[in-house]
Nanobody
Framework: QLHLVESGGGLVQPGGSLRLSCAAPGYGLDYHGLGWFRQAAGKEREGVSCITSGGTTVYVDSVKGRFTISRDNAKNTMYLQMNSLKPEDTAVYYC?????WGQGTQVTVAS
């Protein structure tokens, strides 16, 4: 059983930054692909970014150049650094490892 614990969401003004964290206490993530998804109100969940065990990263077009996914295998943690945030980035963000999901963290971008 893999338990993912997310943190780092909140309210930020347009143009601001947030860093999301997703920890897997006691579970080695070294050999897993990791992903971030988001779901805005009234919309379907969409993939935002993923990182392979070898460090290759992929981003959805709408966040390229603004978001950065990373992993710290020693800490069993993955991150999503979000810069230049826009109102359309407002959503609940979820981390994912295989078939496991975090509880979600709300990100709201508003003035």
């Amino acid at each position: 059983q893999l338990h993912l614990v997310e943190s780092g969401g909140g309210l930020v003004q347009p143009g601001g930054s947030l860093r999301l964290s997703c920890a897997a206490p006691g579970y080695g993530l070294d050999y897993h692909g990791l992903g971030w998804f988001r779901q805005a109100a009234g919309k379907e969940r969409e993939g935002v970014s993923c990182i392979t065990s070898g460090g290759t990263t992929v981003y959805v077009d709408s966040v390229k150049g603004r978001f950065t996914i990373s992993r710290d295998n020693a800490k069993n943690t993955m991150y999503l650094q979000m810069n230049s945030l826009k109102p359309e980035d407002t959503a609940v963000y979820y981390c994912s490892v295989g078939r496991y999901w975090g509880q979600g963290t709300q990100v709201t971008v508003a003035s």
